[in-house]
């Protein structure tokens, strides 16, 4: 049996830090420029996407690039082989740990180690315990996109929240605020590697359903859909309907529009979404800025 979650429109208890990420003052040591944090670029529409997601644990410190060969305590050649399977379109890897974990992984305890196969077996998460991260040498991840996969399903909802302050400085001080208060509702969180988006820090992925938040408790959008059709789950998510679970298509009317569709419980939805220009924006701080597009519904 599959096990299906549901995130609410914006949990209550984030309302206070979705304005904590918009208007507290984040630090940004050497350089006086305003963070990415600040941008109101709208964050609908803007989850990168995936057939798979795998998160792996590994506590210590991470560098920017977590998943490079010394960008953390894992052994180089674990580091290559995981920045390879993310190479692959179809697959995406982060890093996880937990401070409430150090003790276990100091006594040589697995490692905890999640598949989500979100087109395959949306719904699903396995979670596998490594005796030896070596194991992963043995591991196909075509079979993880396949979702065949011989690891029992883990019968509890993971967030898992950006921190690495080494990519972005906003994803630390925002993203442990929102850790904290996750904790606090009772959830099982992980601090994770980077997930994309810093602009629109707190960002958090939510497993098995695969969807990415901004500032706080915001819909980017379900990382198993197109940004055109993300576009169409976040109209309807604004408006109270959650096409989450829904089949969706799409079909291409012009160089930047598309007709998307979703069918839920024998209801339709249907809308043109249009892309365009978003102008420069700083995606991360201490960077230039750059250009983007947006991907929105059009509106009559």
Partial sequence: MQVAWHFP?????LQGLVSHSVNSSVSSP???SPPCSKSDEPLSATAPS?????????????????????GSRLPDDIARALSTWS???DIKVVLMRSRHRHAIHRMQETRRMYIAPLRSRPGALLRLDLQDVRQIHDMDPVKFIAGDIAAPLHPERVDLVCTN???????AQLGRPLLEQLEAEGREVWESSHIGGHRFAPVHLSLPDGRIWGRGGELRGSSHLSRAEQALESHYFSAGIDLFGALFAQIQISEHSWQVSASLDGKDYS????????????ESCNKEAVNGDIFRVKIS
């Fill in 271 to 282: 809308e043109v979404v249009e892309r365009s220009e978003r102008g420069l924006s700083v």
């Fill in 9 to 13: 429109a914006r949990s209550p208890a």
């Fill in 30 to 32: 050497g350089n006086s």
């Fill in 165 to 171: 302050g080494k990519r972005d400085i906003c994803c």
């Fill in 87 to 89: 190479d692959h379109g």
């Fill in 50 to 70: 995936t057939a798979c997601w795998v998160a792996i644990e590994q506590p210590g410190p991470w560098s920017s690039q977590a998943l490079e060969p010394g």
